[in-house]
């Protein structure tokens, strides 16, 4: 008789237990792996449509995958040993590839920023005689502008004024915290500092020590919430301003070929009278200012 040939049943037990943990790593890999994908899907949904997509099917299905890979965990902790520490291990290696996923794109949310860049022809008479620069940064709570005056007057190709000024402002949740200008006005250099101080502004003009309202702002003009600073200092001299607000009403104007629905406002100190503009605003943005000269000329600021 020929022997029939002898089972390892304990052999064959183990094949059937590896293969079963084979199984149960690949399952678990591949809710990993389904997981990821799900979460940048649901990353991209929420970018497209900010918090109303919190509940998208793309949210849901990336949940899912992360209850699903949960439930695979569950139900063999209590099993072998073994594919418990390579279900762990694996489990391990899907939370860093996670974590790597989301760092970027935390770090380019974080790094976003909106920028504005402004320029306007300064004319007087309908000779072109200088530009404003303004560029504005905000980015959460932090919002930065920088502002770049350059004005020269000629009078039979000599060069009769001169007036040249910078400013730094840095505004932190709608309150000026950092301020920083240099003027040249035709020779009579100015130089201003504002810090932030426990509540109030420490200014520094031209080596003069001034406490300020924490409320106090430059009138710099860049904005239309600029506009209503009504406890101000000017931009080049550092000067105390008192400013009153009157709304001249709509006003439609064409300027470079563009035509602006705006609206129509007049600035002026009440403590001297010294400083006064007028702007007009189409919508939020500053499309042009007026000033009148100490020679009653007029002088317009107008967006390129």
């Known amino acids: 008789m020929v022997e029939s040939p002898q089972v390892d ?3 064959v037990a183990s094949i059937q237990c590896r293969c079963m ?3 149960m790593v690949v399952s678990v890999v591949c809710a990993a792996f389904q997981a990821i994908v799900e979460h940048a899907r649901s990353d991209r949904a929420a970018d497209a449509g900010g918090a109303g997509l919190q509940n998208s099917p793309a949210v849901f299905r990336s949940r899912s995958q992360f209850v699903s ?3 695979l965990l569950r139900c063999n902790v209590t099993g072998n040993p073994q594919t418990t520490v390579v279900i762990m291990r694996t ?3 899907f939370l860093t590839l996670l974590a790597l996923s989301m760092a970027p794109a935390s770090a380019d949310k974080a790094a976003a920023a ?3 860049h402004k320029v306007f022809d300064i004319v007087r008479g309908g000779d072109k005689i200088g530009t404003d620069t303004v560029d504005i940064e905000r980015q959460n709570d932090t919002t930065t502008v920088k502002i770049k005056t350059d004005v020269s007057v000629k009078v039979l190709f000599i060069e009769a004024y001169r007036y040249e000024h910078s400013c730094n402002e840095t505004w932190k949740n709608g309150q000026l915290i950092a301020f920083k200008s240099r003027t040249n006005d035709n020779g009579t250099k100015h130089a201003i500092d504002v810090t932030a101080a426990p509540g109030k502004l420490s200014m520094d003009a031209d080596g003069r020590q001034i406490d300020l309202p924490k409320t106090a702002a430059p009138e710099s003009l860049w904005g239309k919430d600029a506009i209503h600073q009504f406890d101000a200092f000017e931009p080049d ?4 301003l008192s400013i009153q607000v009157t709304d001249l009403g709509n006003e439609t104007l064409t300027i470079h ?4 629905e705006t609206q129509h406002y007049k600035i002026a100190d009440t403590l001297t009278g010294d400083f006064a503009r007028e702007v007009w605003f189409d919508g939020d943005v500053l499309v042009r200012i007026k000033v009148v000269g100490s020679d009653n000329s007029v002088i317009l600021s107008d967006l390129r």
């Open 257 to 260: 070929g563009v035509t602006h």
């Open 21 to 23: 943990d084979v199984r």
């Open 114 to 116: 909106v920028k504005i």
């Open 237 to 240: 001299t550092g000067k105390r």
């Open 91 to 93: 489990i391990a290696l």
């Open 9 to 11: 049943t304990n052999r």
């Open 69 to 71: 890979l949960l439930a």
